[in-house]
């Protein structure tokens, strides 16, 4: 992977983030120490989203403890920025948050995917091969925008906001509730031009706004922005 | 390689109820790249209120050149109208443009050894198996199509099917060919053979593999490929909601299939 993949990335314009998915804690370290200083590599993204093989199968990204002990072990493993996705499957997102954090990550990203299952009554099985599966797009953009909220109250890392954006509207919404980037994801399968669309429209947007950057209106609609803790 | 493409509306035809066949101009590489039991994914989601959000999966029923000067390459797809997926298909007008991608998939292997190929469709599987049914023909290959459906009215009229291929009809309530299972039918084929290609709902594979399992001839049969169906958000093998328990493995039915080898498939 990385002799194959990697040279590709570094003639593009734009920087590539790896996303990692490990069984262990010590799989995530290995990774990210394989991927330091590669040419092409931008940065890393740990999906704890995924079960903890040592840990009797409970999710990284599910426990304050564990979340910060991968992302503590990425970060002494790797000079690149570490950024930790975050699973809404969770009762306190903003406890993992701290936690992550704390432990370390230059930024966190969320939300992953919401657990789901879906049942083909024709069959009489579930829809997908692995049983349950992620749920995406705009049907959980409400839950997102809710989460982002509430860790850009809690943290002081940049945030970055995801979960069913199909649109400007939903980025600025992002943006407002405090996340300082947005990824794209179920909506690029819909339009391919999806990315860059946003892109434009929001060049658009803060022109016609009289402002002269996207900072200027991240976490303009959180109260609790800045206020640590105090959500 | 499959490639981002404009499809344009051409005409739909009310081949039988509820599904219409729908031709679209598209772009040469495209017609051309389409192998039999490949699929074309068509957007229709955002410019339209969203609504169905993800494209669909369509499988190609014939990829064909332009005939003559002024007339478009073209895509023929078999499009149930009777649910949310066709989308604007149902009553787009001539000229409408779709965003597609295509063509895609893993389809049907007509190894250059097959010289009698049997095919069997049920449902909406027709259409895949049209494509594979012409391809065969047009290298020579002999092709007996079984083709199995719930009545009479839902069999693809004998005008859009292959004129040089055998065909034999079964019906669950036995209002055309014959009273029962199209699989019924398989086994009287099974000395003929020397390839098997299917396309119908999983539950005909398992009474295809009890067929091919009674067989007591001197035989060795043939290899069997089926297509399975699930449904797919990206047709490209990156969001996995179409993987497949398989024997060999968790597969993508967009990228790894839709066609696998019969004693590969897992069947529940």
Request: with cysteine; charged share 20%; proline share 6%.
């Given at each position: 992977?990385?002799?194959k993949?990697?040279?590709?990335?570094?003639?593009?314009?734009?920087?590539?983030?790896?996303?990692?998915?490990?069984?262990?804690?010590?799989?995530?370290?290995?990774?990210?120490?394989?991927?330091?200083?590669?040419?092409?590599?931008?940065?890393?993204e740990?999906?704890?989203?995924?079960?903890?093989?040592?840990?009797?199968?409970?999710?990284?990204?599910?426990?304050p403890?564990?979340?910060?002990?991968?992302?503590?072990?990425?970060?002494a493993?790797?000079?690149?920025?570490?950024i930790?996705?975050?699973?809404?499957?969770?009762?306190?997102?903003?406890?993992?948050?701290?936690?992550?954090?704390d432990?370390?990550?230059?930024?966190?990203?969320?939300i992953?995917?919401?657990?789901?299952?879906?049942?083909?009554?024709?069959?009489?099985?579930?829809?997908?091969?692995n049983v349950?599966?992620?749920?995406?797009?705009?049907?959980?953009?409400?839950?997102?925008?809710?989460?982002?909220?509430?860790?850009?109250?809690?943290?002081?890392?940049?945030?970055?906001?995801?979960?069913?954006?199909?649109?400007?509207?939903?980025?600025?919404?992002?943006?407002?509730?405090?996340?300082?980037?947005?990824?794209?994801?179920?909506?690029?399968?819909?339009?391919l031009?999806?990315?860059?669309?946003?892109i434009?429209?929001?060049?658009?947007?803060?022109?016609?706004?009289?402002?002269?950057?996207?900072?200027?209106?991240?976490?303009?609609?959180?109260?609790?922005?800045?206020?640590?803790?105090?959500? | 390689?499959?490639?981002?493409?404009?499809?344009?509306?051409?005409?739909?035809?009310?081949?039988?109820?509820?599904?219409?066949?729908v031709?679209?101009?598209?772009p040469?590489?495209?017609?051309?790249?389409?192998?039999?039991?490949?699929?074309?994914?068509?957007?229709?989601?955002?410019?339209?209120g969203?609504?169905?959000?993800?494209?669909?999966?369509?499988?190609?029923?014939?990829a064909?050149?332009?005939?003559g000067?002024?007339?478009?390459?073209?895509?023929?797809?078999?499009?149930?109208?009777?649910?949310?997926?066709?989308?604007?298909?149902?009553?787009?007008?001539?000229g409408?443009?779709?965003?597609?991608?295509?063509?895609?998939?893993?389809?049907?292997?007509?190894?250059?050894?097959?010289?009698?190929?049997?095919?069997?469709?049920?449902?909406?599987?027709?259409?895949?198996?049209?494509?594979?049914?012409?391809?065969?023909?047009?290298?020579?290959?002999?092709?007996?199509?079984?083709?199995?459906?719930?009545?009479?009215?839902?069999?693809?009229?004998?005008?859009?099917?292959?004129?040089?291929?055998?065909?034999?009809?079964?019906?669950?309530?036995?209002?055309?060919g014959?009273?029962?299972?199209?699989?019924?039918?398989?086994p009287?084929?099974?000395?003929?053979?020397?390839?098997?290609?299917?396309?119908?709902?999983?539950?005909?594979?398992?009474?295809?593999?009890?067929?091919?399992?009674?067989?007591?001839?001197?035989?060795?049969l043939?290899?069997?490929?089926?297509?399975?169906?699930?449904?797919?958000?990206?047709?490209?093998?990156?969001?996995?909601?179409?993987?497949?328990?398989?024997?060999?493995?968790?597969?993508?039915?967009?990228?790894?299939?839709?066609?696998?080898?019969?004693?590969?498939?897992?069947?529940?």
């Open positions: 992977m990385i002799a993949y990697p040279p590709i990335w570094a003639r593009w314009d734009v920087p590539v983030i790896v996303n990692l998915a490990g069984d262990t804690v010590g799989e995530f370290a290995e990774m990210a120490a394989m991927l330091d200083e590669v040419q092409g590599v931008a940065g890393v740990l999906n704890v989203s995924c079960p903890n093989v040592e840990a009797g199968g409970m999710f990284f990204g599910c426990d403890g564990l979340a910060a002990e991968v992302t503590a072990a990425v970060r493993a790797t000079t690149l920025p570490v930790v996705k975050l699973t809404p499957n969770v009762t306190d997102v903003a406890a993992v948050a701290r936690a992550v954090a432990a370390g990550a230059d930024a966190l990203s969320l992953n995917t919401l657990l789901g299952l879906a049942i083909d009554v024709r069959r009489r099985r579930p829809v997908l091969g349950t599966g992620g749920l995406s797009g705009p049907a959980v953009k409400p839950v997102a925008l809710r989460m982002v909220y509430q860790v850009a109250a809690a943290v002081d890392v940049p945030i970055i906001g995801l979960g069913g954006i199909t649109g400007l509207d939903d980025a600025l919404e992002f943006l407002m509730a405090g996340a300082s980037a947005v990824q794209v994801g179920t909506a690029t399968f819909a339009d031009g999806m990315v860059t669309r946003i434009d429209d929001l060049a658009a947007w803060l022109a016609r706004e009289g402002l002269t950057s996207v900072r200027e209106i991240v976490g303009v609609a959180n109260a609790g922005r800045g206020a640590r803790g105090a959500e | 390689m499959p490639q981002q493409f404009t499809a344009t509306f051409i005409e739909r035809e009310e081949a039988l109820p509820r599904n219409a066949i031709r679209l101009a598209a040469r590489a495209v017609v051309d790249a389409a192998a039999p039991g490949q699929f074309v994914m068509l957007h229709q989601g955002l410019a339209a969203r609504d169905p959000l993800l494209p669909r999966p369509f499988s190609i029923m014939r064909t050149r332009a005939r000067a002024g007339e478009p390459d073209s895509l023929e797809l078999l499009v149930f109208t009777g649910g949310r997926g066709a989308g604007r298909l149902v009553e787009a007008r001539p409408e443009p779709f965003a597609a991608l295509g063509p895609l998939g893993s389809g049907y292997q007509l190894g250059g050894r097959v010289s009698r190929a049997l095919l069997l469709a049920v449902g909406h599987g027709i259409a895949p198996i049209v494509a594979l049914a012409e391809a065969a023909l047009a290298r020579g290959v002999a092709v007996t199509m079984l083709v199995g459906a719930n009545s009479a009215d839902q069999l693809l009229p004998l005008p859009y099917l292959p004129t040089d291929a055998e065909i034999a009809v079964a019906t669950a309530d036995g209002s055309r014959h009273h029962g299972a199209v699989t019924d039918l398989v009287e084929y099974l000395e003929w053979a020397d390839g098997i290609y299917a396309y119908a709902p999983e539950p005909v594979y398992v009474a295809l593999r009890e067929a091919l399992r009674a067989y007591r001839g001197a035989r060795t043939p290899p069997v490929q089926v297509a399975i169906e699930r449904g797919m958000a990206c047709g490209v093998g990156v969001c996995l909601g179409c993987v497949v328990q398989t024997k060999g493995g968790l597969k993508t039915v967009c990228r790894d299939g839709p066609v696998f080898p019969l004693e590969q498939v897992v069947l529940d």
